[in-house]
């Protein structure tokens, strides 16, 4: 069964510290991984889309990794700020098409002043 | 550029009542997909538009559901008759590629609908 997991459920930090996002992945075959980030009440917004052939992808303070062998990504954001406090969803392709889509249940992120 | 549009934003209806969710995609988009959360759960897929055609709709959880694209433009989800387990927030998504699947998907804000 296809199925994402991702770690911790919440996290709480203080502004301008860093954190990582973690998830594991079991979708097969695979396309790409992707991260969203979701504010309350809104949908989710796309921050990163890699294939198995990328290993990293930056998107400003946002940083993804991941590692196809092991079929672990992380998220890693640097100096945080309020505007953070998002859920943080991992999503994974395991088709060419978007409609094959795998969500993780998210990482609720709170950033505190 | 416009982002995906839903309406309406909040539903409350009771069970056994009808209730159509409406999404204008991003134009130009030909691809257009329904989502769902249900309380407590991950987002799961519901049904792909390829423009007014029904690409795949494996996720659709039975035949009280129905989605329309009339002319490949926006797109309605009716539930008839609605049931309590069918409380939860209705995504629609919209994207340019197909295929290939590296496009983003581009999501509008949901629609939240609570049967009572």
């Known amino acids: 069964k296809n199925q994402v997991e991702q770690s911790p459920q919440s996290l709480i930090i203080l502004e301008g510290k860093n954190c990582t996002l973690q998830?594991?992945?079991?979708?097969?075959?695979?396309?790409?991984l992707r991260w969203y980030k979701q504010d309350t009440g809104r949908g989710p917004v796309s921050l990163t889309i890699?294939?198995?052939?990328?290993n990293t992808k930056s998107n400003g303070r946002y940083t993804a990794t991941l590692d196809a062998d092991t079929k672990q990504s992380s998220l890693h954001i640097t100096a945080s700020q309020l505007s953070d406090s998002a859920s943080y969803i991992c999503v994974v392709s395991g088709y060419f098409g978007n409609e094959k889509l795998t969500f993780g249940t998210g990482t609720r992120l709170t950033i505190i002043p | 550029e416009a982002g995906v549009t839903q309406f309406p934003s909040h539903s409350v209806i009771e069970k056994g009542q009808t209730v159509t969710l409406r999404c204008d995609p991003i134009s130009g988009h030909d691809n257009l997909y329904w989502y769902r959360r249900v309380m407590g759960k991950e987002i799961k897929f519901l049904l792909h538009f390829v423009k007014e055609s029904k690409q795949d709709e494996s996720g659709m959880p039975n035949n009280r559901f129905l989605a329309e694209r009339t002319g490949g433009t926006y797109s309605t989800l009716k539930v008839q008759p609605a049931e309590l387990e069918d409380s939860g927030v209705y995504f629609c998504?919209?994207?340019?590629?197909?295929?290939?699947?590296?496009?983003?998907?581009?999501f509008g804000n949901g629609t939240r609908l609570t049967v009572t």
């Open positions: 998504a919209s994207s340019q590629d197909q295929g290939r699947g590296k496009s983003p998907l581009h």
């Open positions: 998830c594991n992945y079991t979708v097969s075959p695979f396309s790409n």
């Open positions: 890699m294939t198995f052939s990328e």
